[in-house]
């Protein structure tokens, strides 16, 4: 095709034909200016292509995330709500008048001490954040997105402080003979009174009550925290569907 261009150009070069060639040569650049429009639109089509069938990856782990998120996290606030209900229980208990401190360290010792280690699926999202294919999203979803992010984070900072600190004074108390060590005395009444673990029972229930006081605290704030993330998860769960339906 070029040897064919080539070949016009010298025959009417040869015949002097100079306003022929000029129209020609214009003609040739206007045909390779439309080819170069036309390669640029076929690779930015291609692009275009590409980025749409990324994002649509995107947004089928997302989904994934979703539903998987949404059922751990259905079941930590199951858990934290019941470990609320065992503080709950031992504060109602304080209704009823002249109890005495064997009753009181009874139902204190039923008040549940561990918690849920919370751990959130951030893959896909901290994939789309490192490598920049957030703006792929659109608007509504990045923010959504964004959003969630914060949030986990709010509970991540949460647990790590409040928790630690909770840790800290459930050792305490546990130094100071109350709880499991405790019962495994039960039997061994001349070991225990050896060791007058009883002396310090008032200061190990002081320091229980207030690492339960903290452990509830966290406990509420996070089961809310939990419930915001349970939205953001429902609404970016609809605006993903929709996006793909607009497709």
């Given at each position: 095709m070029i040897k064919f261009f080539r070949k016009i150009r010298y025959e009417l070069m040869e015949r002097n034909k100079t306003g022929k060639y000029l129209k020609y040569a214009i003609g040739e650049i206007i045909l390779v200016v439309i080819g170069i429009l036309i390669a640029l639109s076929l690779n930015n089509l291609n692009?275009?292509?590409?980025?749409?069938?990324t994002k649509q990856s995107y947004f089928n782990q997302l989904l994934i995330d979703i539903d998987k998120d949404t059922t751990v996290i259905a079941n930590y606030i199951f858990r934290i709500k019941k470990s609320i209900s065992t503080y709950e229980s031992?504060?109602?208990?304080?209704k009823t008048p002249?109890?005495?401190?064997?009753?009181?360290?009874?139902?204190?010792?039923?008040?549940?001490?561990?918690?849920?280690?919370?751990?959130?699926?951030?893959?896909?999202?901290?994939?789309?954040?490192?490598?920049?294919?957030?703006?792929?999203?659109?608007?509504e979803i990045r923010n959504v997105l964004m959003d969630l992010k914060r949030t986990k984070i709010?509970?991540?900072?949460?647990?790590?402080?409040?928790?630690?600190?909770?840790?800290r004074m459930l050792m305490n108390a546990r130094q100071l003979g109350f709880?499991?060590?405790?019962s495994r005395l039960d039997n061994q009444p001349k070991h225990a009174e050896f060791l007058k673990?009883?002396?310090?029972?008032?200061?190990?229930?002081?320091i229980l009550e207030a690492a339960f006081r903290l452990k509830n605290f966290s406990e509420t704030s996070r089961v809310d925290l939990l419930k915001r993330i349970l939205t953001y998860l429902e609404t970016l769960k609809i605006k993903i569907t929709k996006a793909q339906q607009r497709v």
């Open positions: 692009e275009l292509r590409k980025q749409e069938q031992y504060l109602n208990m304080f002249d109890l005495s401190s064997e009753e009181i360290i009874v139902k204190l010792k039923e008040v549940e001490v561990s918690f849920p280690v919370l751990r959130f699926n951030t893959n896909t999202s901290e994939v789309l954040i490192s490598t920049g294919d957030i703006k792929l999203m659109p608007a709010l509970i991540s900072d949460l647990q790590i402080q409040n928790d630690a600190e909770y840790l709880g499991t060590y405790n673990l009883s002396e310090n029972n008032r200061e190990a229930i002081i």
